[in-house]
């Protein structure tokens, strides 16, 4: 097995959430010592090498990040694609965390019926939403708030200009937001 390539894939295709040491320490059946050793040989391979990629440790995970250096490219890419239209996911998403805010990632999931995880680490990214700290229920999941490029980007000066939504008006077929 070439290890090296293998991390690379299991790195890539976890993204985000990067993989557990552990998991992967066990699947290349390496001990502790040849484990950190090589981990050690790969990271210094992407900090120091030609890759826009860097490989990094948070908590007992490993991923892939780019490297500061191209930091202003991406956000400059990331500001031109701010002012495409938005799709239908991200404007439900964004319509929930503005009237509800703040607001967890699984309270948006029970409205939406659906997974927002990747929909909130776009906004995120997008810099329309931020963590507004962390609620106090049971794993301290963290808090959403709309930011002010969401108030440029909708040419907003308070959330108190958002129309005004009347619970009836919310009725739907699936029965989601009955009013009992």
Do not use: W
């Not at 990632?105 to 931020?130: F, H, W």
């Not at 959403?144 to 108030?151: H, R």
């Amino acid at each position: 097995m070439n290890y090296k390539s293998s991390l690379e894939a299991l790195l890539f295709a976890f993204g985000d959430d990067g993989v557990s040491k552990k998991d992967i320490q066990e699947k290349f059946e390496m001990n502790k010592e040849s484990f950190e050793a090589f981990l050690e040989e790969f990271k210094a391979f992407y900090k120091e090498g030609d890759s826009a990629l860097e490989c990094v440790e948070y908590g007992k995970n490993l991923k892939f990040i780019t490297k500061k250096e191209h930091h202003a490219l991406i956000t400059e890419l990331l500001e031109v694609n701010t002012s495409r239209n938005f799709s239908q996911a991200a404007l439900e998403t964004l319509a929930i965390i503005a009237y509800k805010q703040p607001i967890t990632r699984l309270e948006i999931e029970e409205i939406r019926g659906v997974n927002s995880d990747m929909m909130c680490r776009r906004l995120e990214a997008l810099e329309l939403i931020r963590e507004a700290g962390r609620s106090d229920s049971v794993g301290r999941p963290i808090l959403y708030e709309v930011t002010d490029g969401f108030m440029d980007v909708f040419k907003l000066t308070s959330l108190k200009e958002l129309p005004e939504i009347k619970l009836e008006d919310l009725v739907e077929e699936n029965g989601l937001f009955k009013t009992d």
